[in-house]
């Protein structure tokens, strides 16, 4: 069964798509809206079955339950993700905590309690560019993916060895809803383009 948290995902969605065939997908996100269309094209690309459940990211004591009841997941993609406004966090701190939870504190309370439930399987899991040198135009944002990119290699080494594989995609910027309305940068890439790597790296094992 594959758990899609942060349903809305661009890149998310794309690397469900590519790997739901013959099976069952659950949709997490805050809210129901524009889930449907996501369902459907799941649907169309050979999911058996797609159920929604609510998520908040930062209600981190519902992590477990929501693994949990998800069912017996056996790919769980880490999709959820906010780039917040950089202007506003350098004046209010609650912004720059705000970006810090969601980036940071969520991702390692979730990512910790898939590599405690799931027994075997892929997780996927987002760095960036942004975490090798946090740079004046968006430093929360890039600081929060300089800790979960160290975090997650050191969970890698803990899986090594084990059924359980963690796929750590560093992707640039990513031309997308969450970009949308900003001028790409150099050799910039679709979703799509990085769906297709982190599935091509995923059945190397």
């Known amino acids: 069964m594959v758990l899609l948290l942060g349903a809305r995902s661009d890149i998310g969605g794309e690397i469900a798509t590519r ?15 524009g889930l449907d269309a996501v369902e459907r094209r799941l649907l169309a690309a050979g999911a058996t079955a797609v159920r929604a459940v609510d998520f908040d990211a930062t209600d981190l004591e519902a992590h477990r339950r929501i693994v949990r ?24 701190e609650q912004e720059a905590v705000r970006i810090a939870t969601v980036d940071y504190v969520a991702q390692i309370n979730m990512l910790t309690v898939l590599a405690d ?7 996927y899991a987002f760095s960036s560019i ?39 995609a560093r992707p ?3 031309i997308g809803a969450m970009t949308e309305g900003m001028k790409p940068a150099i050799m910039s890439v679709t979703p799509d383009v990085v769906a297709d790597a982190v599935v091509d790296a995923s059945a190397k094992k």
Do not use: P
């Open 117 to 123: 439930e799931m027994t075997h399987g892929e997780i």
């Open 172 to 174: 640039g910027f990513v």
């Open 19 to 33: 790997i739901c065939q013959g099976r069952k997908v659950v949709l997490a996100a805050r809210g129901s809206e």
């Open 69 to 92: 009841e998800a069912g017996k997941v056996t790919s769980a993609i880490v999709a959820f993700g906010i780039l917040g406004d950089q202007e506003l966090a350098e004046r209010d």
């Open 130 to 168: 942004a975490g090798w040198r946090a740079r004046r135009a968006n430093y929360v944002y890039g600081s929060t993916k300089a800790g979960l990119d160290a975090f997650c290699q050191g969970l890698s080494d803990k899986l090594h060895g084990t059924e359980l594989n963690l796929i750590l």
